[in-house]
């Protein structure tokens, strides 16, 4: 099955993967070691390479017909932003995260067995306060590197995925007066720009599918990420409009790439950020993006029921993402046919298809599951499509 297309009644793939796998031991390793000045650029990318060519060849063996590369030479899923001038102190604000949360996973601290909400506040890239002081330009090209190493690797397709621009605008402090930037919209703008020069790379090195994660658009059905856009003077419905206008624009014009846009409530160390259904945006949501592929997080009575979905315009795929990624427990068939079933209720089975609700691991900490749990529960996944819809 190809995903060449977004153009309608193009074939569907019917099984997907978000991009992130959990990091083995050496790679973390060698993360903590680079970070500490233990080794250099070029030792930490032999080590990369090789996690790389290890986990490609084990996605080919087991029968995905869309790979990753597991987001191995990030240290989190945003970080496909992160070779940008301007983005400096973001970049540096994320790394101090992740060191301290893999400092503590070194000193023996456990994460939690079960998911779990954090501490509001708790998670620092979930908060304002960085000021844009240099106008945003590509430096370089991180995610296109990326892609032609794994492309070199797959016997399957490579998808790559990038993150979206009202995340990006969500870390910063526009109205700093250090700001370079007076508007948010003059943010935007710059934003988008260069991710349509990351997205044009791709496609002139035959990328065919690219994923945008697009954590934002929960927080316009959580009450308390609604209550703070409020406290900041930000009307939610225009931010809303705002965040999927700049999402457009940025696959605007690039017909021959199948775009997805995934959703979740969050995804750290086995832990969730949000609540909400998708009722309230969904119908400006679903068929306000301009995007083929929307994967949606529905693996826990936090998503709601699939209603929503009757919102889903007929020229694109729903990926129900049913799988859980924060825990080792292994769902059914019978429970994924059974979901599958209640969906198509609203959607008709063509539009649907299959994946976990997120990454294994949002960053080098990963979350609470074995990798044993990990490979069973794609088993699973390639299981039930081939019984549902074919091979």
């Known amino acids: 099955m190809s995903v060449r297309s977004n153009a309608p009644g193009s074939a569907r793939l019917r099984v997907d993967i978000v991009g992130s796998f959990l990091r083995p031991a050496g790679l973390k390793r060698a993360f903590a070691d680079h970070a500490n000045g233990l080794i250099d650029d070029a030792a930490l990318r032999r080590e990369q390479d090789q996690a790389i060519r290890d986990l490609v060849a084990e996605e080919d063996r087991r029968g995905l017909p869309v790979v990753t590369d597991g987001e191995y030479r990030r240290s989190n899923f945003m970080e496909s932003f992160r070779d940008v001038a301007g983005m400096a102190g973001w970049a540096a604000r994320l790394r101090a995260s992740l060191s301290a949360a893999a400092s503590q996973e070194n000193a023996g601290e456990s994460k939690p067995a079960t998911p779990t909400k954090p501490t509001p506040g708790a998670n620092p890239m979930h908060r304002l306060g960085e000021p844009a002081t240099e106008r945003l330009r590509l430096i370089d090209n991180g995610p296109l590197g990326e892609y032609e190493f794994a492309r070199g690797l797959a016997r399957s397709q490579v998808k790559m995925s990038l993150i979206n621009v009202d995340r990006l605008v969500s870390g910063f402090d526009v109205g700093d007066p250090a700001s370079v930037y007076e508007t948010a919209e003059e943010f935007v703008a710059d934003i988008v720009a260069v991710q349509r020069e990351i997205v044009e790379g791709l496609r002139a090195s035959g990328c065919p599918y690219i994923q945008i994660d697009g954590p934002e658009y929960t927080a316009f059905v959580d009450p308390p990420s609604l209550a703070a856009m409020e406290e900041r003077g930000e009307v939610p419905l225009e931010r809303l409009e705002r965040a999927i206008a700049a999402d457009n624009a940025v696959i605007e014009g690039f017909t021959d790439i199948t775009f997805g846009m995934h959703l979740c409530r969050g995804n750290r160390h086995s832990k969730w950020h949000r609540e909400g259904f998708y009722d309230a945006i969904a119908e400006r949501v679903f068929s306000g993006l301009a995007h083929g592929r929307l994967l949606l997080e529905y693996d826990d009575e936090r998503s709601g029921d699939f209603r929503p979905l009757r919102f889903v315009p007929k020229d694109k795929t729903v990926v129900l993402g049913l799988i859980t990624t924060k825990t080792s427990r292994l769902e059914t068939k019978d429970e994924l046919k059974r979901r599958i079933e209640e969906a198509?209720?609203?959607?008709?089975?063509?539009?649907?298809?299959?994946?976990?609700?997120?990454?294994?691991?949002?960053?080098?900490?990963?979350?609470?599951?074995?990798?044993?749990?990990?490979?069973?529960?794609?088993?699973?996944?390639?299981?039930?499509?081939?019984?549902?819809?074919g091979s």
């Open 344 to 389: 198509s209720a609203y959607l008709p089975a063509e539009q649907l298809a299959l994946s976990p609700q997120c990454g294994f691991a949002s960053d080098i900490v990963g979350n609470v599951i074995t990798e044993d749990a990990q490979w069973r529960k794609l088993e699973l996944m390639l299981e039930t499509a081939d019984e549902i819809w």
